[in-house]
């Protein structure tokens, strides 16, 4: 077995090692980073899903219904236009309901909660014709949830809570 070069030789293999941990770290961790900005940022996907329930009667028209959860606006990845872009496309689906499921601010904390869900305010250009629902979710409840839910209900949402 050898022994590990001592002295300034066998200092200068360390820190080369050492350097190029350090850039390959780097690199990695930026790749990530700027693949996850782009994903955030992205056209979100319209995934379309027929669903017969034997419980309606045959004859029965179908139901448009359009789902969006985890809006996290005030954050890079959600400002207002995007919300609003998002908010023509579900309008262009033609729903008969929009139901909005929850986490609507990012933030673990109230801090700035309230002035994050003013960004919410495009959602008052949802329409269908059975109505707009929401529930709070899980950030709702650890930022501030009586500004998020004030919010909602300002741009039309009817926010249930334990109700139907």
Known sequence: MSKPEEGPAGDNCVKRRLSA???????ATLTAGC????????VPIARF????????????????????????????????????SIVKTVNAAKPDIVLLAGDFVTGESQEGAAEKS?????????????GVFAVLGNHDHWTDRHAIQARLERAGVNVLENEA
């Open 35 to 42: 693949v996850g900005v782009q994903n955030a940022t992205s």
């Open 49 to 84: 899903a027929s669903i017969d329930l034997e419980q309606l009667p045959s004859r029965s028209p179908p139901i448009r219904i359009a789902l969006l959860s985890d809006l996290h606006v005030g954050n890079i990845g959600m400002r207002r236009e995007r919300l609003s």
């Open 21 to 27: 941990f350090s850039f390959i770290f780097g690199a």
């Open 118 to 130: 003013t960004d919410l305010a495009p959602l008052r250009g949802l329409r269908a014709a059975s």
